[in-house]
């Protein structure tokens, strides 16, 4: 298992070397200096920038120092600054810090929710295959699928909130903002286990919870088709047939016998929809003003913030391989007959 | 069938924007032709899609919004009409002749003002603004039914102060304001409909690029195998390490600041988008055609094409790719969904279509618009891009049932 986990991180530094690379030069197309300051600057205000951002050095010396900096996670401290170009006197270590927080506490939510209630209306789908709920189901689904997510985001922001307060009085939700709502602790148990000290957990329903809905709503649509098609074909399989020869209740090999088998393809739809799950946040936090990763990484694109854009995307890749690695291992785990070679 | 049909409206509609827009400026760049000014030939350009229909957020159908709101709505001709009678000259004649000129200049769309003497155009506006404010003096409007003959009565006048042509050009006046106006007054029905245009525009050219592009370098590193095979798996792993997103917004950063980063060119302005979106979308297409290849090359006609001789290059094109054709057309479909869907969330996040309207730059304009409870532009856009989505939608399963029926979607 180690050994298999360790394999694939050093055969994923070759792509993560890539992505680093095509991104930094991709940057480098046009002069993000230029871009940032605008025509009005004068040749020595830009001198200055490029100078203290290192862009007049080699790109081959600028690769080598940024990875550097992504090796020892270093990105900027109190002496050797690494600064965001928009947020002045901050360095881009610190945005990036508070931006995980936010961007974790929809992120996961949405993962956990979604998988959860699709796979239960894919298994109802395929329980009562052919029958009006099923098509009805079916139906919905592909509608939803036909209208764009923005519509969704924007329409589930207005009645979520402002039209739940005023016609039904019902201010659970606010319609954009977001604040800490979960503090750990300075000195972590024991010298290792960080310990939280504030957890409240209405805070975050209140800024939180009306993104997540929204985005399960919205996802549903997507995955609820696959999980019916991958239950659909488990029914037809021997073993369902076998138990169903045996006596099994209709529960029982429904959850006991198919949800097991059909975890791998599961697995494989969790995984695969990593990217939606990102890019979905991404608009989410952009439009309830939730100052996570996603929101930062738009308002950098669009302020030319160049230092923030570059760390952004080096983190966004980081963690979207290390989750492709986590799928093989999760594979592993859960089907024996997958080795690890 | 129905979906096909659909799709077939759409692409007229596109093809006919395109068409008429092309020419147009054509025509202008080259001096060889000029577009006849005539109502329906250039009844879907970019100018007709920006100009100023009436005032700004009416609803559409012709349903009356509430009291309030029509108060506004006058309010905002009448403020049109009274910023050019006005003019703050001392000669009486000449202020006279200017007012007259501005008023003649007044333009909502197809609708015109009357040919009065400016006198009474004074006249009328004084009194149409003295009503207006007697009955904003009560308050409430919304609470007052009482106020309402005397609201229609100065819409009565604000309607013979503008007058739309009879014939075809009364009836294209009356359609633009079918769904109502946006924000700064324009027609959302002629916004929706050019939106069609770029849609299509986009999905075509990213759909075609990324699927020619993917499908030839995934047949060749199937079929070369070697150095070329793990230079486009590199190539393909890295760039699908980021989400589509993140890599769009990179790739769209890459061109500010650049010649294709200019307003005034509709044209090149959307080159970032079609070029983010073929550098993130081939990669698709290419992972498909590459599997389907490698089962293919170990068929037996392959190995009969070349114990024939055939060159490696001719059998790739006249005898694999061919064999991937199948493949190719369920992800152009796939493509051409994830072009149209993505240059609206590009566009709404302010990074995709810059100049003129697209679907996405209507669901932005129209956030602040949803929270005072007016619907006509998000529904519109909605409307539109649902069924050209659903419709394709529909294609790509049917495409998809019945090239590649083990497939499971």
């Known amino acids: 298992m180690w050994s298999f986990i360790a394999r694939r991180l050093l055969a994923s530094i070759p792509v993560y070397l890539g992505i680093i690379l095509i991104v930094m030069a991709a940057l480098r197309v046009s002069d993000p200096v230029n871009a940032y300051l605008g025509k009005n600057a004068t040749k020595e205000q830009i001198e200055l920038k490029r100078h203290a951002m290192g862009l007049d050095r080699p790109f081959a010396a600028q690769y080598v120092e940024f990875l550097g900096r992504i090796v020892t996670l270093d990105f900027g401290t109190q002496t050797r600054r690494y600064e965001s170009w928009k947020y002045e006197g901050q360095n881009v270590g610190k945005k990036l810090a508070e931006a995980i927080g936010p961007s974790l506490s929809i992120t996961l939510p949405e993962l956990c929710l979604t998988t959860l209630v699709s796979i239960t209306i894919g298994m109802l789908s395929a329980y009562y295959r052919g029958r009006w709920i099923d098509r009805w189901l079916m139906f919905l689904v592909v509608l939803g699928m036909s209208v764009s997510v923005l519509v969704f985001i924007v329409l589930g922001q207005k009645f979520g909130s402002s039209w739940l307060k005023s016609a039904l009085g019902i201010g659970w939700f606010a319609a954009s903002g977001y604040e800490p709502w979960l503090a750990w602790s300075k000195e972590p148990l024991w010298g290792v286990l960080p310990y939280p000290t504030r957890f409240a957990l209405g805070t975050w329903a209140h800024y939180c919870l009306l993104p997540v809905l929204i985005y399960v709503v919205v996802a549903i649509g997507y995955d609820t088709r696959f999980y019916r098609a991958v239950m659909v074909e488990e029914t037809t399989r021997d073993y369902i047939t076998t138990a169903i020869a045996k006596g099994a209740s209709k529960p029982k090999i429904m959850f006991a016998h198919m949800l097991k088998n059909a975890l791998i393809p599961i697995i494989t739809r969790v995984m695969i929809t990593l990217p939606f799950l990102i890019a979905g946040s991404i608009l989410l936090e952009y439009q309830f003003r939730i100052p996570g990763m996603g929101k930062l990484i738009i308002d950098a694109i669009k302020d030319r913030d160049f230092p923030i854009i570059q760390t952004f995307t080096a983190v966004f890749a980081g963690v979207f391989i290390l989750s492709n690695i986590l799928t093989d291992v999760l594979y592993a785990l859960v089907d024996p007959r997958v080795r690890l070679s | ?409």
């Open chain 2, 1 to 409: 069938m129905v979906a096909l049909g659909v799709i077939a409206c759409y692409a007229a509609i596109g093809l006919w924007v395109l068409g008429t827009d092309a020419a147009k400026r054509l025509g202008e760049r080259t001096g060889w032709w000029s577009v006849p000014a005539s109502p329906l030939l250039d009844a879907l350009t970019v100018e007709r899609a920006d100009e100023v229909v009436g005032a700004p957020e009416i609803p559409g159908f012709g349903i009356r919004p509430r009291p309030e709101e029509r108060v506004r709505i006058a309010q905002s001709y009448l403020d049109e009409f009274r910023k050019r009678v006005n003019i703050r000259v001392r000669n009486r004649a000449e202020a006279d002749q200017r007012a007259a000129d501005a008023i003649a200049g007044i333009r909502f769309a197809e609708a015109t003002p009357p040919n009065w003497p400016i006198a009474e155009f004074r006249e009328r506006i004084k009194a149409a603004l003295d009503d207006l404010d007697a009955i904003a003096e009560v308050g409430e409007v919304d609470r007052h039914p009482e106020l309402l003959p005397r609201i229609e009565k100065v819409e009565r006048d604000i309607a013979s102060m503008l007058v739309a042509p009879a014939g075809v050009r009364g009836m294209l006046y009356h359609a633009r304001l079918a769904l109502g106006t946006d924000r700064q007054g324009r027609s959302i029905l002629v916004r929706a409909v050019y939106s069609i245009k770029v849609a299509i525009q986009i999905g075509l050219v990213v759909a075609l690029v990324a699927v020619l592009f993917g499908s030839v370098l995934g047949a060749a590193a199937a079929f070369f195998g070697g150095w070329v095979d793990l230079a486009v798996v590199w190539l393909y792993s890295t760039l699908s390490s980021l989400p589509d997103l993140v890599l769009l917004g990179v790739l769209v950063f890459m061109f500010t600041g650049s010649i294709f980063d200019d307003v005034t060119k509709p044209w090149l302005s959307l080159v970032p988008i079609y070029a983010a979106m073929c550098l993130t979308f081939w990669i698709g297409p290419c992972r498909v055609v590459r599997g389907e290849v490698m089962k293919i090359k170990e068929l037996e006609y392959i190995q009969a094409a070349r114990a024939i001789g055939f060159g490696r290059a001719y059998i790739l094109i006249r005898h694999a790719l061919p064999n991937t054709l199948h493949l190719m057309f369920i992800n152009f479909s796939l493509l051409f969904i994830a072009a149209i869907k993505n240059e609206v969330v590009l566009s709404f996040l302010g990074l995709g279509v810059k100049v003129g309207p697209s679907w996405g730059r209507m669901i932005q304009e129209s956030t602040p618009q949803v929270i005072n409870g007016f619907y006509w532009q998000i529904g519109a856009a909605t409307v539109f891009m649902f069924f050209l989505v659903l419709a394709f939608n529909i294609v790509s399963d049917a495409l998809q049932d019945a090239f590649d029926p083990k497939h499971v979607s």
